[in-house]
């Protein structure tokens, strides 16, 4: 058995606590069945912490989340806390709790799985079977650079911001990158603006000095423009695309609609030693929060993630990957995914939970 490892859990707020709780029973399902020896904490986060204690982030969780090896988060945010004082609104507790724990590397697959091609707002040739992956930059860029603001010159209000990365910022985010590209299809897609930044020409620079320890690694490089261009025009060109923290942004969201499913999309956010908080790309939920209607396959494919690439359990996460993709199949859906065809079988939260574990059983068994 491996040794004792801690996961946190952040339910949060909205439809956090339905989804969540659903990712628990999966990941206590696997941990069951291939012994992984996971402990698992829940703790308070977001508006239901602020509701508790005063505060979205309290000291408790945060020292939890310190010293576990992975967290899994559901969603946090809500129109009742529209009113509360800035820094106490949720959203700045999970902001805080990414810059405490150092996670500079996000990864945002984008995975259309055949049976939802429909869904997608592109022809279903075009997207059906979609598997890529962009690794955003998270903690530098031009988000955070000095100096900033907005002040007078020569009469008139000037805004400015600093695009500034530094070479070990690059290198690291290169060899997230490459690691995980390593573990998918060994293609990796570098997308900057070379040709008018010299940001991008330092980018492009390190990012080609560290494929030199990656030689199993295909490395490709686009600008930023094209990249854009291409997602829409032949998404299944890429498998994994590493870029810049602003770049990423914009990109990753149009890779998401690619999908057209908001509750199916999990995400990463790694520290430089692989630990990583978990969670599904989409919010609280508030317009279906307490109805138990909510996808929870988003979270559960956190999971899978969370398996994969901070714990490398990878038979127990390609076993979860394979239960929703056979779940799918057999024409279970929630209704954000359902598109009302004759095979398909309407199911609540809690239920497609059951499903997927009995698919898990199912492949145990068999
Ligand atoms: P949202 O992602 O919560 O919801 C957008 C739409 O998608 C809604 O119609 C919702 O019902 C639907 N949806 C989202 N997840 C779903 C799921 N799993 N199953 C079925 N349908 C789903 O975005 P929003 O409405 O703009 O934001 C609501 C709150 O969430 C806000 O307070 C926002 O700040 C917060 N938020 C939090 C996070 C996070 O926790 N990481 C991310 C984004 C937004």
Redesign the pocket.
Known sequence: MSQARKIVILP?D??GPE?IAEGRRVLETVNQQYDLGLSLQTCLFGGAAYDASGSPLPEDTLSACREADAIL?G?????QYDTAPRDLR??RG?LGLRSELKLFSNLRPALLYPELADASSLKPELVAGLDLMIVRELTGGIYFGKPRGIEERNGERVGFNTLVYSESEIRRIAVSAFEIARQRGSRLCSVDKMNVLEVSELWREVVIEVGKDYPDVELTHMFVDNAAMQLVRAPKQFDVIVTSNMFGDILSDAAAMLTGS??MLPSASLDEAGKGMY??I???????AGQG????L?TILSVSMMLRYTLKETAAADAIDSAVAQVLAQGYR???IASGEANEQLINTTQMGDAIIAALQAGADS
């Open positions: 949060g909205g439809i989804i988060l969603a946090i945010g809500g129109p949720p959203e999970l908001i509750g969670e599904p989409h919010g609280s939920a508030p317009d279906i209607v909510a996808n929870p988003a929630c209704k954000d």
